[in-house]
């Protein structure tokens, strides 16, 4: 079953930008935890950026503070991760995620969230 629908991966070269974006497959608001995640070979997935339900923040990896921004536009239910500066060590498998979270806390951790993309390839040649 689908969960949502990633798109924008590719390949560019070092310094490049690309634009991530995941269509859910259902109705998403500011109840919602969304975020996008990576995962590299070998690797767990861990957490780039996070936008939190109910205000509570956006959090986003050490390794991607000031190149990456995530957004969520509720009227247009996408969620965007838009990447500048890449680095060659951005390549990964980038996933988008989401979960309904009624109450004010943080998302942080994959287990967070209950619905996933199936996955976009990123990849940065130097």
């Known amino acids: 079953q689908v969960q949502a629908v990633e798109s924008g991966g590719g390949s560019v070269q070092a310094g490049g930008s690309l634009r991530l974006s995941c269509v859910p497959s259902?109705?998403?608001?500011?109840?919602?935890?969304v975020g996008w995640f990576r995962q590299f070979p070998g690797k767990e997935q861990e957490g780039v950026a996070i936008?939190?339900?109910?205000?509570?923040?956006?959090f986003y990896d050490d390794s991607v503070k000031g190149r990456f921004s995530i957004s969520h536009d509720s009227a247009k239910n996408t969620i965007y991760l838009d990447m500048h500066a890449l680095k060659p060590e951005d390549t990964a498998m980038y996933y988008c995620a989401y979960a309904w979270t009624p109450i004010r806390r943080r998302c942080r951790l994959p287990a967070d969230f209950n619905y996933w993309g199936q996955g976009t390839q990123v990849t940065v040649s130097s």
């Open positions: 259902r109705s998403t608001d500011n109840q919602f935890c």
């Open positions: 936008i939190s339900a109910l205000g509570q923040g956006t």
